[in-house]
Antibody, heavy 121, light 109 residues
């Protein structure tokens, strides 16, 4: 069965960076895009971008370009999302999600459990 | 980017009743539309993809319809576990930016 297990909650100061991991199991990691979606407290879902675990290619949502970096380590089936120059409004739960069809623009059939990142001085 | 608008923001329904949720796209997304359910403290769960195809394990009381710019999620007879927030998401190939609707909260009347 497919599982996406994310790293634990983190607290950062404004201006710092955070790196969230997403360990995949139960399927061929390099065969399916991984996306990152965030949800601020009490708010809706916001797509951040994707990584192709096979090639390492990425595509970021415009509002995050220049601040987000998505990488992967195929040897341990893990994807990473690093967000820099953190602000208080980056406080959110960050989810990784798997796309089911090997395409970049897709829906999400499996989600990680979410990682709460709190930005506070 | 394609803007997704969901209505109503909140829907008050009694158990056993039917719920109808709407999602509108700012431009055609063909049938590239998914619905998710999110319960408090949980990650979203895929309900519907391709506008009308139920995901694995999703009960038949959930159905999706529509194409182009207008979509509907119907829950035929609400169960206690269905009270949650529902999001639509478009995954059209162009522009290559995925977007979600703002969500509809289905609450107990």
């Amino acid at each position: 069965q497919v599982h996406l297990v994310q790293s634990g909650a983190d607290v950062k100061k404004p201006g710092a960076s955070v790196k969230v991991s997403c360990n995949a199991s139960g399927y061929t990691f390099t065969g399916y895009y991984i996306h990152w979606v965030r949800q601020a407290p009490g708010q809706g879902l916001q797509w951040m971008g994707w990584i192709n675990p096979n090639s390492g290619g990425t595509n970021y949502a415009q509002q995050f370009q220049g601040r987000v970096t998505m990488t992967r380590d195929t040897s341990i089936s893990t994807a990473y999302m690093e967000l820099s120059r953190l602000r208080s409004d980056d406080t959110a739960v960050y989810y990784c999600a798997k796309a089911p069809r090997g395409a970049a623009t897709d829906y999400f059939d499996y989600w990680g459990q979410g990682t709460l990142v709190t930005v506070s001085s | 980017e394609i803007v997704m608008t969901q209505s109503p923001a909140t829907l008050s329904v009694s158990p056993g009743e039917r719920a109808t949720l709407s999602c509108r796209a700012s431009q055609s997304v063909s049938s590239n539309l998914a619905w998710y359910q999110q319960r408090p403290g949980q990650a979203p769960r895929l309900l519907i993809y391709g506008a009308n195809t139920r995901a694995t394990g999703i009960p038949a009381r959930f159905s999706g319809s529509g194409s182009g710019t207008e979509f509907t999620l119907t829950i035929s007879s609400l169960q206690s576990e269905d009270f949650a927030i529902y999001y639509c998401q478009q995954y059209n190939k162009w522009p290559p930016a995925l977007t979600f609707g703002g969500g509809t909260k289905v609450e107990i009347q």
